[in-house]
């Protein structure tokens, strides 16, 4: 038994199968079954039910996960003291950011981060929400900012702030007033992401509570497409001041306030219930916490 089986254990007793566990540790699966498998015949007994539908773990393997979790923690956590003693925490922490976020928080969490850990390396990736807590689960993802997540027993979710929402009209558009009433959106044809977007989710179920549908004429995937398909006369989206900021020029556009009631995201940093935090990570989510709290905070509607 090595930290190695163990880890490939975890992964696929995590993800519920060979292949998606193959897939996030880039191992081949027939390399993966075999490790698997030493660990079965090492210690005497299935660890794994494997069935089409992929894998559930037997007594004996529930019990495998949760020490193993613990082993693999306490390994990670020996790997951070060592580094300390040398002088600087060396590591790796991989950062999920949504793109409406991406261009506001790069800079300022990366200087924070190579400050207070000027050794490790932060890996940031973009996505939406919905890929981004896949990613979480599968561990390709350590932490992710995450817009109006659903409560799920394999993330943690700690919230930061609320982000309002506006209807976003080109500049030169007179028919939209400054404010518009919820009620009225559905008089508007809207751009959305396609389900199960956060902002989709959102727009729906804010209108159903007030016994209406919005009128979606276009569903398409990317801020940066939204925002284009506004400036061609398609319709009206639904974004934060950051969103329009971050990915175009707010000159060319007008955000509308929606009120009765308003529209807001919430924001909340996710990471995966299954793990404990390093120390790495635990220093990530502070300056988070600090940054996302100050900047999204002082920023204002153009």
Known sequence: MDLKQLEYFVRVAELGSFTRASIVLDVAQPALSRQIRNLEVEF?????????????LTDAGKLLLGYSRGILHQAERLREEMSRARGALVGKVALGLPPSLLKLLVVPVLSA????????????????TASMQESLISGSLDMALLYNASSSPDIDLLPLVEEE??????????????????????????????????????????????????????????????????????GYAILSANAVTALANDSGFKLCRIVEPKLSAKIALGVNSNRQTTAMQRILMEILQETVGRLLTDAKAP
């Not at 932060?122 to 939406?128: A, H």
């Not at 497409?225 to 400036?231: G, K, N, P, R, T």
């Open 44 to 56: 005497g007994q299935n660890l794994l039910l494997r069935n089409g539908r992929g894998v559930s």
């Open 113 to 128: 981060f190579k400050q207070r850990l000027p050794a490790a390396t932060l890996v940031i990736r973009e996505g939406l």
């Open 165 to 234: 929402l506006f209807m976003v009209a080109r500049a030169d558009d007179a028919k939209v007033p400054s404010v518009v009433a919820a009620r009225s959106l559905p008089n508007y044809p809207l751009i959305l992401p396609s389900r199960p977007n956060a902002t989709h989710m959102l727009v729906e179920s804010g209108l159903a509570h007030l016994g209406l549908r919005p009128n979606i004429s276009v569903e398409v995937d990317g801020v940066g497409s939204i925002l284009d398909l506004v400036q061609c006369h398609f």
